[in-house]
């Protein structure tokens, strides 16, 4: 049992004293700029100085609530005898962003952590939610090591067309498809562009943002309840204003996020993640954010994990409801609660208490939106990690969102060379193709896109569409979003573009996919494979400079995370002089 009656800093023990408290010129400097803002030392002396990272932009679209949630966040700050400043830091704009958010993860993740380094800040709020904003702020926290809450941006309103619900993504990909097959004109097609995203707040499907902030509820990072609360409820402008009240007390009692991020904390992370049918994005960054803790993450702990925990939030994509009938059925703790046999409940969290003491009490209040466990959605997690000759470091399926009868199945590969290839073929009337057929797409991971785009729920063609068909093996070295489904394996490592088996396969070659038995094969000889190989060449480099060029040397693959190589967890970079 955590001990969580922690010793109080005193006033001097403050790391923001080293910049205001000394009587030199350089701390009059530090004073003398802070009441050039209209503050008095009264605001600041013997107070905590509390960083809220604010990831608002005019193009995150999901966090256009955070300018007034900041407001509200500092609120709590003052109230609790804190000194509360705001700081813009780079937002990852999962609708606008090309060729990727996840490109730019790592970057936010470096701006985030030198933010709060430079800065004389005793502990910080994080402000994300959207996609990728969640692990990158996290991650650059963890690397930072101060006091942190997260606060998660919350779900937006469910989407409407016309008296039909609508799930953001993941309706979008149906009905596209509902489109290609003809069966919905342009006028239905512009009323669902009306209603499928109607309030601020991040994707309200069991995407990456809500698998995301799930799981850092889950870790210890955020309020217990929190991460569910629909971003327009008024109760997220008091979970807001109590984040800021809790940030002051933590950052007395120094809690960081060392002491919170465990290995079991972790594992309980990853049993959330199955259990809520959870977006295969979350297992590269949970690897990315378990790293950055200095803790190793193989893939084979998701496949672990996953054996031995049922689905049983029925959210969208895999389910059929969306977060705000979770937050309605009791929220993320009522889920907890549900599974608590299979969590560490003695993990130590941001309130000061335990997992278990967080969750004490908490009720379902819809058995049809957090099933029973003896009425999964799936009686083993959301996603499989598979190993085979295609995929020797691996890669992963979400079983939940795909056909069943395709999770055993061997066809011939229609091959893709790009995403360009793609596009410019696969509604083309004369392409060789059959419902039996596996596509394939190469150059979609990390460094061969750049940036590992969500590319992974490979469109089905549209003579096939007309025929019916509106599921097919697809496999790629790319992601999917959170929202999609389908029958996608996804996340190929090592990917094409470092000459992974995946770059070797050729139309028509025969593959084999069984979920069950976690194989994927390639029905091609070793001899024929290593004579590919041999004839294999590497793309020219994409980049002959800037951040382009740094990511491509320096991140990692799927299975290891996608950080960069200098941003794994080390010896700890030294505090700041104040000269
Ligand atoms: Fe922001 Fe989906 S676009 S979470």
């Excluded at 984040?243 to 990853?270: H, Q």
């Excluded at 969290?349 to 335990?354: A, E, V, W």
């Excluded at 001899?527 to 590497?538: D, F, G, H, S, T």
């Amino acid at each position: 049992m955590p001990n969580t009656i922690r010793p109080r800093k005193q006033p001097h023990e403050l790391r923001s004293h080293r910049w205001f408290g000394p009587d030199d010129l350089r701390s009059f400097g530090h004073r003398s700029r802070a009441k050039q803002m209209g503050f008095s030392r009264e605001d600041w002396e013997g107070k905590p100085v509390i960083g809220i990272l604010n990831t608002w932009s005019d193009l995150a679209t999901c966090h256009t609530h955070f300018r007034q949630r900041a407001e509200e966040i500092k609120r709590g700050v003052w109230q609790a005898g804190g000194f509360p400043v705001e700081i813009p830091v780079m937002t990852l704009s999962e609708s606008f962003m090309k060729p990727s958010s996840m490109f730019y993860r790592n970057l936010a993740a470096m701006e985030s952590e030198e933010t709060i380094r430079c800065h004389p800040l005793d502990a910080v709020v994080l402000m994300g939610g959207c996609d990728k904003t969640t692990p990158a702020l996290i991650m650059g926290a963890t690397s930072a090591d101060i006091p942190a809450i997260f606060l998660p941006a919350g779900p937006m309103l469910k989407g409407n067309w016309n008296g039909t619900t609508l799930g953001s993504g993941t309706d979008a990909w149906k009905y596209w498809a509902e489109r290609g097959a003809g069966n919905i004109n342009e006028c239905q097609w512009r009323e669902i562009e009306d209603g499928i995203a109607r309030s601020p707040g991040h994707c309200m499907t069991m995407g990456t943002a809500s698998t995301m902030t799930a799981i850092a509820e889950t870790l210890g990072l955020c309020l217990t309840g929190s991460s569910s609360i629909p971003a327009v409820h008024s109760a997220h402008s008091r979970m807001a204003t109590q984040t800021g009240r809790r940030i002051v007390e933590m950052a007395w009692e120094d809690l960081k996020p060392s002491d919170i991020l465990t290995a079991d904390a972790f594992e309980n992370a990853i049993t959330v993640d199955m259990a809520i049918g959870g977006s295969t994005n979350a297992i590269i960054h949970l690897i990315a954010m378990a790293g950055r803790a200095g803790l190793p993450l193989p893939l084979d702990t998701f496949d672990k994990i996953s054996h031995r925990t049922p689905v049983i939030a029925n959210l969208r994509p895999s389910g059929e409801y969306l977060m705000e009938d979770l937050h309605d059925a009791g929220g993320l703790p009522a889920l907890l609660h549900r599974i608590r046999p299979l969590l560490h409940v003695n993990c130590l969290t941001i309130t000061g208490k335990t997992l278990g003491e967080n969750i004490e009490g908490a009720q379902v209040y819809n058995d049809k939106v957090i099933l029973p466990l003896d009425q999964p959605l799936s009686k083993a997690g959301a996603t499989f990690v598979l190993r085979g000759n295609l995929a020797p470091d691996g890669c992963v399926i979400k079983p939940t969102a795909a056909e069943p009868r395709l999770l055993k199945h061997t066809g011939p590969a229609l091959v893709f060379h790009d995403y360009a290839d793609l596009k410019k073929r696969i509604d083309d009337e004369s392409l060789n193709v059959t419902a039996d057929s596996v596509i394939v797409l190469q150059s979609g991971g990390p460094i061969g896109a750049p940036g590992m785009p969500e590319w992974g729920m490979l469109p089905i063609p549209k003579k096939l569409l007309k025929q019916g068909v509106r599921d097919m093996v697809r496999i790629s070295d790319a992601r999917m979003s959170g929202t999609s489904y389908g029958t996608c394996v996804l996340h190929v490592s090592p990917e094409s573009a470092l000459g992974g088996p995946i770059a070797l396969v050729r139309d028509g070659d025969l593959i084999e996919l069984d979920v069950q038995a976690r194989r994927i094969h390639l029905h091609v000889s070793d001899e024929e494979l290593a004579k590919r190989r041999a004839e294999w060449k590497p793309a020219p480099p994409r980049f002959e400079r800037g951040y382009g060029q740094l990511f491509c040397q320096q991140t990692t693959q799927a299975h290891e995370g996608c950080d960069f190589v200098f941003l794994h967890h080390g010896k700890p970079t030294p505090e700041p002089d104040i000269y």
